[in-house]
């Protein structure tokens, strides 16, 4: 299911000769034949304006998020609420341009997806930590005092970096956190797809539907990165009255093609999916079996990305010089660089050729 030979994007062409590529979170499996057909019908059929083109909520993939939610979590999605954009980063990062103002505070779980962090400081909203914390097998989060002034929750369900899948006791605890505070809940699911049983992902939606922004695309389960094309189920009806007043076009949409593909991948993908989950419940385990047993790593719940503590300073630097293996080292994620984060999402040959890199480089590692 891998030809890496062909792999011409970022994760494969932005590292040395010789390095294995294991950081930016693309897998490398290519899509389902789905979307393949999909967009070639496109294509040898009309590249002109779409039908839904004055359609804000744009049918097709409105419908196609609203019927996964449906079957898959019975999330009671409303077509109505769905708007189409090409990047979750810049969902979040419009919600907080219309709903927040710089110097706010924005609850979020730490460590975090690199890129929400990027948007926090770059647009000036104040980080309130809310720490994710290794408990056994698993993680936990301190439940504090109170939100720090917060005006929004800012959650990644499944976990990004640490595959934590939150339970539904956890959900209710930040649901009940946020009617306390008053705040608006961006939830990115784009993981929601890659859980493994019997962890299960529930979307927040279910448990606030009228302070939840729901934020998810196909990139991620169906590998489809380079395909921009994201949903938001804008179910906050300020957050939604406030998009709705900003002119039409102002923040772009996604293309005829890049729908056409996530419609096909939510429809139609389902079986690929399953044999992409297969190889990967392998790869997470065959981690926990070949890393050195000083070096923390929990089995992941959910994705592709393990999070792995080496304990000591710039570990992803240390493994791309002395191993030939690129990670994405922690402090990009807002933890001690003695993390790194592993993207397990390739074939068994070239998992096992890391971790026989990791292995031999690392053992001199202990007790430093």
């Known amino acids: 299911m ?19 590529p294991a950081w930016v979170a693309d897998m490398d499996f290519p899509p389902p034949e789905a979307v393949r057909e999909a967009v070639l019908r496109r294509v040898d059929t009309d590249l ?10 744009v049918g097709p993939l409105a419908e196609a998020f609203a019927e996964r939610m449906e079957t898959r979590y019975d999330f009671h999605a409303d077509p109505g609420l769905v708007r189409s954009f090409t990047d979750l980063n810049q969902v979040l990062q419009i919600v907080l341009h219309l709903m927040t103002a710089p110097g706010d505070g924005v609850l979020v779980h730490t460590p975090t997806y690199n890129a929400f962090l990027d948007t926090l400081r770059t647009m000036d909203r104040r980080p309130v930590p809310l720490e994710l914390v290794a408990d056994g097998e698993t993680w936990h989060f301190e439940r504090p005092a109170d939100a720090g002034g917060a005006k929004v929750l800012l959650l990644v369900n499944p976990h990004n970096p640490t595959g934590h899948c939150f339970t539904l006791a956890e959900l209710h605890e930040l649901a ?13 699911e784009v993981h ?15 448990l606030l539907p009228d302070r939840t922004i729901t934020i998810t695309s196909a990139s991620k389960a169906f590998n489809m990165g380079g395909v921009h094309c994201s949903v938001a189920h804008l179910g906050h009806p300020g957050t939604k009255a406030a998009f709705d007043a900003q002119p039409p076009h102002l923040y772009g949409a996604a293309s005829v093609l890049a729908v056409e593909a996530t419609v096909a991948a939510w429809r139609h993908g389902d079986m690929w999916l399953a044999e992409v989950m297969s190889i ?21 719940a959910a994705t592709y990305l393990g999070w792995l ?11 791309e010089s002395e191993a030939g293996v690129r990670l994405n080292p922690g402090l990009l994620f807002g933890a001690p660089d003695g993390f790194a984060r592993l993207n397990f999402g390739t074939s068994g040959p070239i998992l096992e050729e890391m971790l026989t890199r990791i292995a031999a480089a690392v053992p001199s590692l202990k007790g430093t």
């Open 309 to 319: 503590d080496f304990g000591i300073p710039d570990a992803a630097g240390y493994l």
């Open 192 to 206: 929601a797809d890659l859980a493994f049983a019997p962890d299960a992902h529930i979307p927040f939606g279910t």
């Open 176 to 188: 009940e956190l946020a009617e306390r505070h008053d705040m608006i809940v961006v939830s990115d």
């Open 48 to 57: 002109g304006y779409p039908g839904w083109l004055d359609d804000s909520t």
């Open 2 to 20: 891998v030809d890496v030979a062909v792999r011409d994007g970022l994760k494969w062409t932005q590292v040395g000769a010789g390095v294995i």
């Open 280 to 300: 990967l419940d392998r790869n997470r385990k065959l981690i926990a079996e070949r890393i050195p047993p000083h070096v923390r790593y929990q089995i992941p």
